[in-house]
């Protein structure tokens, strides 16, 4: 018999519903912000405090924590990660401050870095002219604006603002012309 499969998934990182394929199975990833699916982890504490004396299974616990603290490792193992981690965000916020333009990933929905201007010249496009222009929708030189995602490293391209405002122009140009 065939067994009817749930095919909606709630991403527990990012709380995205994920639709899946029922020829491909269940995604293993979030195609929304990348973090594994299968095998969420979780931690579990003892929120209950006891006045009593430890029982066995209390004092093993308590050798294993003796012995990872003996072999050289404690909680500062840990911060390194935390550390390069804040220092990561820190400075990509600090980068994201100084942009005009801050777009938002495709892929993850992360803030995009800008990372450079690209000038192409004629040697480097073949403009296509619309009949409806009559002449070309950008023309050489024009300027491209690079974005990279710090996230999921997807890049992305812009018209530069000055090849935007003259984009606007011809084509209100060309609608005034109609009229």
């Excluded at 749930?6 to 990182?13: A, K, L, M, Q, S």
């Amino acid at each position: 018999m065939n067994e009817k499969h749930d095919e909606n998934t709630i991403c527990p990182w990012c709380q995205t519903e994920i639709v899946w394929d029922e020829e491909i199975g269940p995604e293993r990833h979030c195609p929304h912000c990348e973090n594994e699916l299968s095998n969420y982890r979780t931690v579990q504490l003892d929120a209950e405090l006891d006045d009593e004396e430890p029982e066995e299974d209390d004092e093993e616990e308590l050798e294993d924590d003796e012995s990872w603290t003996e072999n050289g490792r404690d909680l500062s193992d840990l911060r390194p990660y935390n550390r390069d981690q804040l220092a990561l965000e820190e400075t990509m916020a600090r980068i994201l401050d100084e942009q005009l333009e801050a777009p938002e990933c495709p892929t993850c929905r992360e803030f995009m870095m800008e990372a450079g201007t690209q000038i192409v010249t004629q040697e480097q496009f073949q403009p296509r002219t619309p009949e409806a222009l009559g002449q070309p929708i950008v023309s050489t030189p024009f300027q491209l604006q690079l974005y990279v995602c710090p996230s999921c490293f997807h890049a992305q391209s812009r018209l530069s603002v000055k090849d935007q405002e003259r984009l606007v122009r011809l084509l209100t140009e060309a609608s005034d012309l109609q009229d």
